[in-house]
């Protein structure tokens, strides 16, 4: 069992859970224990992170544990300090695993299912970070982002949709931006994806040339 868990590369984890907070926690409908479902679901990427981050690295690993404990207390402890602090923590846990996975593109010298699974994740988990920023901005102002006809928004699955929606410049326009706070993070967004994708593109097609030549 152990040899077969060992073959699974270890970012499948971590492209799982984005996975499922991309497209299952969105049609979850609201209920008695959908916080609580939210949670779950935040803690799942979190856990999933250690096999980037926390590998051999104990300050990553109680950095996780406590970014999960926070999730958690959210939900249980009605304080926005709590909710904020959770939020804030957990993005820069996602930004810490973005800036590893970078790193280990960068140094890499071959192109294998991990560079492929790993420039993934850390695309993905840019788009999770921004959609963690606007939730974050929507507990402070309920109306700094909106829908076309005016309306709030009051779904997870909103929140998530505009978030990738702004990352990759789509613009659908069926969701806008409200406030020049909210404006000025659709723009960095857009900004930051494209940058991603021009950056590791860049990289990637360099390390195929360079193997093919050397072949």
Not at 39 to 52: E, Q, T
Not at 140 to 156: E, F, K, R, S
Not at 171 to 197: C, L, M, R
Request: charged share 10%; aromatic share 14%; net charge positive.
């Amino acid at each position: 069992m152990k040899k077969i868990l060992s073959k699974i590369p270890k970012g499948i984890y971590l492209l799982i859970s984005i996975f499922l907070y991309i497209f299952v926690l969105p049609v979850i409908v609201a209920g008695a224990y959908k916080e609580l479902i939210y949670a779950g679901f935040y803690s799942l990427i979190l856990l999933s992170i250690s096999s980037i981050i926390g590998e051999k690295k104990r300050w990553a690993q109680l950095a996780i544990l406590f970014a999960v404990i926070s999730i958690w207390l959210m939900y249980f402890i009605d304080e926005p300090s709590i909710r904020y602090f959770a939020f804030s923590f957990s993005i820069l846990i996602f930004s810490t695993a973005v800036i590893t996975m970078i790193g280990k593109i960068i140094r890499k010298t071959d192109i294998d299912i991990n560079l492929i699974i790993e420039t993934i994740n850390g695309y993905l988990l840019i788009g999770v970070i921004i959609s963690f920023i606007n939730s974050t901005i929507l507990w402070h102002n309920h109306q700094a982002i909106a829908n076309a006809n005016g309306t709030v928004l009051n779904n997870i699955g909103d929140i998530v949709y505009y978030s990738f929606v702004c990352m990759t410049t789509i613009g659908f326009g069926d969701i806008i931006p409200q406030s020049q706070f909210a404006k000025s993070i659709s723009i960095f967004s857009a900004i930051t994806g494209q940058f991603y994708v021009a950056i590791i593109m860049a990289f990637i097609i360099g390390k195929f040339l360079n193997s093919k030549y050397k072949n």
